[in-house]
């Protein structure tokens, strides 16, 4: 289908703040214009009983999080919430609205991890960051207050590839069972010559060139990019993963990556569900308010966790 209509709406909106693609600016710059660019056309944000921040100590030192709690009795499942932002431009209000919908839908207390970044922390900072995050919450279950049997992780784009990095991390360290992994429009592969790449590349938003300059920051000029925590379906075994739900764009060069590894994770033996929102672009799911799909998105992703948690 054409691009949804609030789609377009949205797109001309930010077509017309004339900003620079990253490509044109210093990492500083460009991570200023996402902030001021969120800022501009900002998005809904339901209430929630409280949030707090506070850091907890972390691979590469003090490590910041905010702490999103619901307006009910506990003690409450968690969700851990890594932000996108292509591992370089993001922060703790890139998923503010998708972290509060999935708190109120979920009844969930939700850590969002403000983990290092590239291009000054290199992979793997940002997976170690978001895995040692996930072990102190479950360790700090109690003063928490959530009952950390029911853990579930999510994020979108380059957090939705640091949840199923996690999630494999998790798996081969032993630990935290995580049961619920929420990969919105993920990067999954250090590859960039899918269709979907070749015809999204250009006028949606995210591009080709924009991805690879992402990875670059990612990886710097060593790192492998093969490697399966940065690239989650180069893993020789995808088996004993946490259940997923796996939610796609038409409209983003990231679609096909994202359907490949929902397929490869089904075929190892996995519960899970891959959707394709039509009309949209990446990271559309954060729009609450301007984008009815992003409800949607938060709604199915919600329904998924809760069945996974009441197996």
């Known amino acids: 289908m054409p691009l949804h209509p609030q789609m377009k709406e949205l797109m001309d909106r930010r077509d017309a703040l004339g900003y620079p693609t990253n490509l044109e600016v210093s990492v ?3 991570r200023a214009n996402s902030i001021e660019g969120r800022l501009a056309i900002p998005s809904d944000q339901e209430p929630v009983a409280e949030i ?10 003090d490590l910041p999080i905010r702490i999103y709690r619901p307006a009910t009795d506990g003690p409450h499942s968690l969700i851990m919430l890594f932000h996108g932002g292509g591992w370089v431009v993001g922060n703790l209000d890139s998923e503010d609205s998708m972290s509060r919908g999935l708190v109120n839908r979920v009844n969930a207390v939700l850590v969002s991890v403000d983990y290092r970044m590239g291009p000054e922390t290199r992979f793997p900072g940002a997976p170690e960051d978001c895995y040692a995050a996930t072990v102190w919450a479950v360790e700090h279950a109690d003063e928490l207050g959530v009952d950390a049997s029911n853990l579930a992780i999510a994020g979108t784009s380059a957090g939705g590839n640091l949840s199923a990095s996690v999630a494999q991390i998790s798996r081969d360290r032993g630990g935290p069972v995580i049961k619920h992994q929420v990969l919105f429009c993920p990067v999954i592969d250090y590859e960039f010559d899918r269709p979907s790449y070749l015809e999204n590349a250009e006028g949606y938003g995210l591009t080709r060139d924009g991805m690879i300059w992402f990875w670059e920051q990612y990886l710097g000029p060593d790192a492998d990019g093969h490697n399966p925590y940065a690239s989650p379906i180069r893993a020789a075994d995808l088996s004993g993963l946490a259940d997923a739900t796996v939610i796609s764009a038409q409209y983003d060069p990231l679609l096909d990556e994202a359907a490949d590894y929902a397929a490869a994770l089904k075929a190892a033996g996995n519960d899970v569900t891959y959707t394709e929102y039509p009309g949209v672009t990446h990271g559309f799911n954060g729009s609450f308010g301007l984008l009815d799909a992003a409800v949607e998105a938060c709604e199915e992703a919600s329904k998924r966790i809760l069945a996974s ?3």
Not at 52 to 61: C, D, L, V
């Open 28 to 30: 500083e710059q460009a």
């Open 52 to 61: 707090s921040e506070r850091t907890i100590p972390g691979p590469g030192g």
């Open 309 to 311: 948690f009441a197996k």
